[in-house]
């Protein structure tokens, strides 16, 4: 019996919703009897018409996070045989969070004319439910195998660590004075950034890790606490909490902005969830002044990814809707 052929559709293979909402998926895939290929549409016309072709070919076609001028839309679902959509960011909305009419009118067409919509997130899911009654809610998840390692932590500090890239660095620059009247207070706390940029001039000291997809877990589990500083508006509503899930698989306990899906993720069993700027002060003291509630937390943590967002648990949700089209 031939296997079916998944296309997923994407802007590049290093983008955190190719690698996460689909290249992690594919073993998974093959135990089930599908044939899984990416391509990368970014790259003007020829990238698009060799979309176009291998769509042709493949039974299912799952376009991650990516809309196109509305005859580029049509185009793709005239060769596709079975089209899902699927979206773990906020893509009808500019990055500031404010309205954009383009964005809105790609998300549309691209919405109304798919088979299926996966959504990372409640508020994703009620706004393709405007144009679209076919939306399964398939949170981002984890391979929580990958975190059953281990890596030794600094017996000298208390290590905060955020995790991320130079287009989401203002949420942490926005609690930087914050963190940096902590270091007054707390002479063995240190800030880990593992990102592509740095804040040498902090009064805080940083350790700058470069990302990569080799280290992030032992950085990660060489840490003490993540933090999770966001702004409130619709664009971060649409995140999908990629960031707390990683600290919550690495037993890190989590002080979090209340926004969006990271208020849902994190509870009062696996960190402490921020109303105000000012309570980032007292909420990060309190548990670098108590490594028995750090620990608590971070192993609450884990087990709740383990039981709702860990990659085996999150893949059977997907495979059924696969199946049933």
């Known amino acids: 019996m031939q296997s079916k052929h998944i296309l997923f559709v994407s802007k590049g293979e290093n983008d955190a919703s190719t690698r996460y909402r689909g290249q992690q998926y594919y073993p998974f895939f093959h135990d089930a009897g599908y044939f899984t290929e990416h391509v990368k549409v970014s790259g003007g016309i020829n990238a698009f018409l060799n979309t176009l072709k291998l769509a042709y070919k493949a039974d299912i076609v799952i376009v991650l996070r990516k809309t196109f001028p509305a005859v580029?839309?049509?185009?793709?679902r005239k060769v596709a045989t079975k089209l899902i959509f699927d979206m773990d960011d906020a893509i009808f909305c500019s990055s500031d969070g404010s309205a954009s009419k383009t964005r809105m009118k790609r998300f549309m067409h691209m919405a109304k004319v798919s088979d299926h919509i996966f959504a990372g997130n409640q508020f994703l899911a009620a706004t393709a439910l405007k144009f679209n009654g076919a939306v399964t809610l398939i949170p981002?998840?984890?391979?929580?195998?990958?975190?059953e390692v281990q890596a030794a932590q600094p017996d000298s500090y208390v290590d905060l660590v955020w995790i991320g890239s130079?287009?989401?660095?203002?949420y942490l620059k926005d609690i930087l004075p914050q963190l940096e009247?902590?270091?007054?207070?707390?002479?063995?706390?240190?800030l880990k950034i593992i990102a592509d940029f740095d804040f040498p001039q902090s009064k805080l000291p940083v350790i700058a890790v470069p990302w990569s997809e080799e280290n992030e877990v032992k950085e990660l589990l060489s840490s003490d606490i993540g933090i999770a500083p966001m702004r409130d508006n619709d664009w971060t509503r649409g995140k999908c909490a990629l960031k707390v899930l990683?600290?919550?698989?690495a037993s890190l306990p989590v002080v979090s902005s209340n926004v969006g899906v990271n208020g849902e993720a994190v509870d009062e069993h696996s960190g402490l969830l921020i109303n105000t700027s000012d309570e980032?002060?007292?909420?990060?003291?309190?548990?670098v002044d108590d490594q028995v509630k750090r620990e608590q937390m971070g192993a609450s943590g884990y087990q709740k990814v383990s039981q709702e967002y860990d990659i085996n648990v999150v893949f059977k949700r997907m495979l059924t809707v696969i199946q049933q089209l």
């Open 280 to 287: 980032w002060q007292g909420a990060i003291s309190s548990l």
């Open 246 to 249: 990683q600290y919550m698989a």
């Open 166 to 170: 130079r287009s989401t660095s203002k």
């Open 140 to 147: 981002t998840s984890l391979n929580i195998k990958k975190y």
């Open 181 to 190: 009247s902590l270091a007054d207070k707390h002479a063995n706390l240190r």
């Open 72 to 76: 580029l839309t049509w185009l793709l």
